[in-house]
Structures are given as C-alpha cells and as structure tokens.
C-alpha cells in the first residue's frame, strides 16, 4: 500500500473529532500490508509511532518537460499589483487556505483550483483573484509568473504542487509541518509560523536555484524508487503474488 492522504487530520477537520479516534482504522487498512510505501521522513516516523514499521520510500515526481520557467503567465497577471502570491490545489477547508488569504502581506494573492470552500472564501476575500481549475501548460504558467508560492495546508504528506512550483522556478514559503519540512530548504524557500515572515524570506530565493533543485524530483527518479519496492517484495512472501497476477 501507499500512504499519501493523512485521513485522520482530514476527518477530525471536518467532524469535530480527536484525529486520535481514527488512527485505529489507518492500522487496520495498512498493517495486512507487506510494505507501506511513504513520501517523507516525516510520514514514515509517524506511522512508526502508530505500529506501523514495514515501510519503504517512495517520493514524487513531476513533469518537468511541462513544469518549467520558460511557461507563459496568464493574463490575468498582467494587472495584478506584485508581489504574486500563489495557492494551487483543492479549495477545501483541509488546506488551511484562509490562513494564506488572511495573511497581512501587500501584493496579489492568487488562488488556482476548486473545491467545496471557493465560494466562502472568494465572498470573504473579494481582493484575491480566484481562476478555477487550470491543467498542463496553462497551470505551469501560473506557477512560473508567481513570485512566492504560498502552502498554507498542515495536514499534507508532501505537497506535490510545491515542486510542481520549484520546477517552474517560484520558492515556497510555508509553515515548519510535514511536507514542506522534507522539500523545502533555505535555498528554495522559507518555512516559519509566521506565514508573513516566510513569504517575505522565500521572495530573496534565487529562482534558477529552484527550478535546479526541483530537477531531483523528476518521474523518472520516483519510478525507480517505486521499481525498487517491487523489487524487494518479490524477494519477500509476496513474491508469488507477485509473479501471477490474477485479472
């Protein structure tokens, strides 16, 4: 299995509930498991304190063909008062995007994507630019027009739309938690509890520096890590499994 969703800090987000009370049916879904392959350090020292020890690393990958400098801003940009300040991702209430549209910075806060909270939010925050769903080339050319991409989401695994941003060459500032604690260093980015002070930091990033760091995280380097965990469990119990798919 893979692990890439925290559920319990998802579902006690929306319920009301201790995360605590839903740890036990992430343990019942993973421990049949032969492997549980996880994206951070971070992740793999937490489902160890919950009993959870046959682990193996599998990061994440992005396109770098598409995700580059050199895509073309949206229009939108072009009268939007800098810096450009970036969210991409689900408009849900899980990604903490509030945080970032509250944040007392000057500048355009932007916000890429759609979910359940786009309506609150955009009535809330009439200021900020709210463009929808974009894909492919048109999403990596809001990245790469931004001057900070803004993760503002504490209940993340990775953030895969953090190196989306590295590889378009934009720094990330975000909050010192599980993700952006394993990605982002001081040369792409800035992390702090004070999302203010992270945005204001990562703004100084050298943005050829970025797009060079995120050049680690290409698919093909997240396919042989994943490769490599078949390969072990083929040298394991489940081996057989392995060899004779069934369909």
């Given at each position: 299995?893979?692990?890439?969703?925290?559920?319990?800090?998802?579902?006690?987000?929306?319920?009301?509930?201790?995360?605590?009370?839903?740890?036990?049916?992430?343990?019942w879904f993973h421990r049949p498991a032969e492997t549980i392959m996880v994206a951070t350090e971070t992740i793999r020292a937490q489902l160890r304190e919950q009993g959870l020890t046959q682990l193996s690393?599998?990061?994440?990958?992005?396109?770098?063909?598409?995700?580059?400098?050199?895509?073309?801003?949206?229009?939108?940009?072009?009268?939007?008062?800098?810096?450009?300040?970036?969210?991409?991702?689900?408009?849900?209430?899980?990604?903490?995007?509030?945080?970032?549209?509250?944040?007392?910075?000057?500048?355009?806060?932007?916000?890429?994507?759609?979910?359940?909270?786009?309506?609150?939010?955009?009535?809330?925050?009439?200021?900020?630019?709210?463009?929808?769903?974009?894909?492919?080339?048109?999403?990596?050319?809001?990245?790469?027009?931004?001057?900070?991409?803004?993760?503002?989401?504490?209940?993340?695994?990775?953030?895969?739309?953090?190196?989306?941003?590295?590889?378009?060459?934009?720094?990330?500032?975000?909050?010192?938690v599980a993700g952006p604690i394993d990605i982002v260093t001081d040369a792409v980015g800035a992390l702090s509890a004070d999302l203010?002070?992270?945005?204001?930091?990562?703004?100084?990033?050298?943005?050829?520096?970025?797009?060079?760091?995120?050049?680690?995280?290409?698919?093909?380097?997240?396919?042989?890590?994943?490769?490599?965990?078949?390969?072990?469990?083929?040298?394991?119990?489940?081996?057989?499994?392995?060899?004779?798919?069934?369909?």
């Open positions: 299995t893979a692990y890439h969703t925290q559920f319990p800090d998802y579902l006690a987000r929306r319920t009301g509930l201790p995360a605590r009370f839903f740890w036990p049916y992430i343990r690393h599998w990061s994440r990958g992005v396109d770098l063909d598409c995700f580059s400098p050199a895509a073309p801003p949206p229009p939108e940009y072009a009268q939007a008062e800098g810096p450009i300040l970036l969210y991409v991702g689900r408009v849900a209430v899980e990604k903490n995007i509030e945080a970032f549209l509250a944040c007392d910075y000057p500048g355009t806060k932007v916000v890429v994507g759609d979910g359940p909270a786009r309506g609150a939010l955009a009535a809330k925050f009439p200021d900020a630019l709210f463009l929808g769903k974009r894909m492919g080339a048109e999403l990596a050319g809001c990245y790469a027009g931004a001057d900070v991409f803004v993760f503002p989401s504490r209940t993340d695994t990775f953030g895969l739309v953090m190196i989306e941003a590295l590889a378009c060459g934009t720094p990330v500032a975000a909050f010192p203010s002070r992270a945005i204001d930091a990562a703004r100084y990033c050298d943005r050829s520096g970025c797009a060079a760091y995120a050049a680690s995280f290409s698919w093909e380097a997240a396919t042989r890590q994943f490769l490599s965990g078949l390969a072990a469990l083929e040298e394991g119990p489940a081996g057989s499994l392995l060899a004779a798919p069934v369909f």
